[in-house]
């Protein structure tokens, strides 16, 4: 005798539910890429990383000349903290040493950015986790010296994330507003950012691989970006170890770079 049909529909639906939703559904921090999570943190949980990097050819933004320009991130530091169940604050701050030519290698205070991440939708069946990042860059890095621009730049970012059985794949798009540090120039450069990747576990979960394509286009070439990202991260007991690197496909980016860094998680006081 055939099973009712009703019985049948609901068995498949359950099945496909748990085949699109078996990878974790908290958030993750994705480095060594350099996308953002659709997911948030929970409440009062929290995620610290300490990162550190270098990048070859990487130009300074509104910068026309190749000034052979290479910059080590030693270190940076993130904070996000998971603020209410649809809010993640983020922090991040970078201390940088650059070295160009005809110049000796200095040391220098990069920018400061802050981010707010608010949930949309949370992953169903039908939608992939949804959430806005709005994060706007403090103008603390000297642009004499080209540590930065000394100008504030705002990101208004869209982020997608869908759980398949067997990878996570990741969308990031949205707009950059760039304050203009060139002297007569008070107007602004308002680039389109976007960034697809996926990360893929491995090893019973102790080990993933991240692939990413990353960059911004807008009216001013001179601040155009791409490059692919590719990396891995190692479960270390409350630790997440991540190694990776890229490769720059548009003519200002970084001609390559590595990156290396250490997060762990840990709980907010109740209440806090």
């Known amino acids: 005798m055939n099973a009712p049909s009703g019985l049948i529909r609901t068995s498949f639906l359950t099945l496909v539910s748990v085949l699109l939703l078996t990878s974790p559904t908290l958030a993750a921090i994705l480095e060594p890429i350099g996308l953002q999570d659709g997911q948030l943190l929970p409440k009062n949980q929290a995620e610290f990383h300490i990162g550190f990097s270098y990048a070859d050819g990487m130009r300074n933004l509104f910068q026309s000349e190749d000034r052979d320009r290479r910059v080590m991130e030693i270190p940076t530091l993130t904070l996000n903290l998971g603020l209410a169940e649809r809010v993640e604050a983020q922090i991040q701050y970078s201390y940088l040493h650059l070295r160009e030519n005809g110049q000796g290698g200095k040391f220098g205070s990069g920018d400061v950015t802050l981010g707010l991440k608010v949930r949309l939708w949370q992953e169903s069946l039908r939608l992939p986790a949804i959430a806005l ?11 004499e010296d080209d540590f930065g621009t000394d100008e504030a730049d705002i990101f208004i970012d869209a982020l997608f994330t869908r759980n398949y059985p067997l990878f996570t794949l990741y969308v990031n798009a949205g707009v950059a507003i760039l304050g203009d540090p060139r002297s007569g120039n008070d107007g602004q450069d308002d680039m389109f950012r976007y960034g697809v990747g996926v990360k893929i ?22 601040n155009s970006r791409g490059a692919f990202r590719a990396g891995i991260q190692a479960e270390l007991g ?9 490769v720059g496909y548009v003519d200002k980016s970084e001609d390559w770079s590595v990156r290396t860094g250490l997060t762990t998680y840990f709980e907010l006081p109740a209440g806090w």
């Open 133 to 143: 990042r709005l994060a706007t860059k403090l103008p603390n890095a000297d642009d």
């Open 201 to 222: 576990p491995v090893l019973e979960d102790q080990l993933a691989a991240l692939v990413s394509v990353e960059g911004m286009e807008g009216d001013e070439s001179v």
């Open 238 to 246: 409350r630790f997440t170890w991540d190694l990776g690197g890229s």
